[in-house]
């Protein structure tokens, strides 16, 4: 068992956002990151040319201002997305924020896109390109809360972050920035994929779009159809939702923001299903939402997603997480006689 395993129990009795402020601040410093177990090569997957050594990453949230990188990819993750980065540095919202459900294996999360901004983001992923680090990297891009023009706040973190991302990302489903999950819209969508394409530098990065598990059945139609028309590179699905299942026990059940988590899953999952059918498969898509263990991973992968993300479950699991769902995962590739994640992506979708 790793220092982190034997201190996870401590970490649990902090409130959720200071838990995970040192949790972020030690692994940057490199206190107790967990020894990851060596890739099962039934794991090892390609997307956009790249190679990753397994499926699965770590999504946007846990690393909001690029610090830990390297010791995040030590754990076992293939990939790592940092953000969501605003332009200008904003505080967030005010505090309390982040709520554990530990009934619901939840949490529901309004932070409110708190952001060092990109002059502090650039320099700590310059830095870790000069080191000679070579773990796939996502950039997650958002808007300052007060900004009247979305498409400059991410045309400007494209431009100014793509010389280190090996994806970008723009993030218009967070639920807790106002207007923000208006921009998925099919006209405003097209006008804000043109505009950060013409600003990404060459040689430009794979281009994402990431959506809310809220749509109706006629926005997805819009999304999907923007992302086949604008040649975009990937669909994220999902984000957080703001749907409040009637199942939740929590005594936070009714706090405002984005629900994540176990409730997540089935919701996300039918979305991502939805999302592959109407791109016919022709666009590669990150699923996450609820995802954790190997068999929820791998329904991610039969529902269409290439690759997926974990969050939530390791804040509420612990970082052993990580290796058990590998080895689970690839246990279920064997017993269905596929070769690898690429072989299992869709399966359920076109049934």
Not at 96 to 118: C, H, K, M, Q, W
Request: proline share 7%; net charge neutral; no cysteine.
């Amino acid at each position: 068992m790793s220092l982190a395993d034997l201190a996870f129990p401590l970490i649990r009795r902090l409130d959720p956002e200071t838990a995970h402020r040192l949790t972020v601040r030690a692994l940057s410093l490199g206190v107790g990151i967990p020894k990851a177990e060596a890739n099962d090569p039934i794991l090892a997957t390609e997307v956009w040319g790249r190679r990753f050594s397994n499926p699965l990453g770590i999504a946007a949230g846990f690393d909001k201002h690029a610090e830990a990188m390297g010791p995040l990819l030590s754990m076992g993750f293939s990939f790592v997305e940092v953000g969501s980065i605003t332009p200008r540095p904003q505080p967030g919202n005010p505090r309390p924020r982040v709520f554990r459900l530990l009934e619901d294996e939840a949490v529901i999360n309004r932070y409110g896109f708190n952001s060092e901004g990109l002059d502090v983001a650039a320099k700590r992923l310059a830095r870790y390109r000069a080191r000679g680090a070579s773990g796939l990297l996502g950039v997650n891009l958002g808007k300052n809360k007060e900004s009247e023009d979305a498409a400059s706040d991410y045309a400007l973190g494209a431009r100014t972050l793509a010389p280190y991302a090996d994806y970008l990302v723009i993030n218009v489903s967070s639920p807790n920035t106002p207007g923000l999950r208006a921009l998925q819209s099919r006209e405003e969508l097209e006008q804000l994929v043109a505009r950060v394409r013409t600003a990404i530098p060459e040689p430009a990065p794979p281009l994402l779009l990431k959506i809310a598990p809220d749509l109706a059945e006629a926005d997805l139609q819009d999304i999907a159809a923007v992302a086949l028309e604008q040649a975009l590179d990937g669909l994220i699905v999902s984000n957080t939702t703001i749907q409040r299942p009637e199942s939740l026990r929590s005594v936070h059940r009714e706090e405002t923001g984005g629900l994540s988590g176990r409730p997540l899953f089935e919701m996300s999952t039918t979305v991502l299903k939805t999302v592959y059918r109407l791109t016919g498969g022709r666009v590669p898509l990150i699923g996450v939402g609820g995802i954790a263990s190997g068999e929820d991973a791998y329904r991610k992968l039969r529902a269409g997603a290439s690759l997926i993300q974990l969050y939530t479950a390791l804040t509420l699991h612990g970082p052993s997480l990580v290796s058990r769902i590998k080895r689970d995962l690839a246990e279920s590739l064997r017993r269905d006689g596929l070769a690898g994640p690429a072989e299992a992506v869709g399966l359920d979708a076109v049934a």
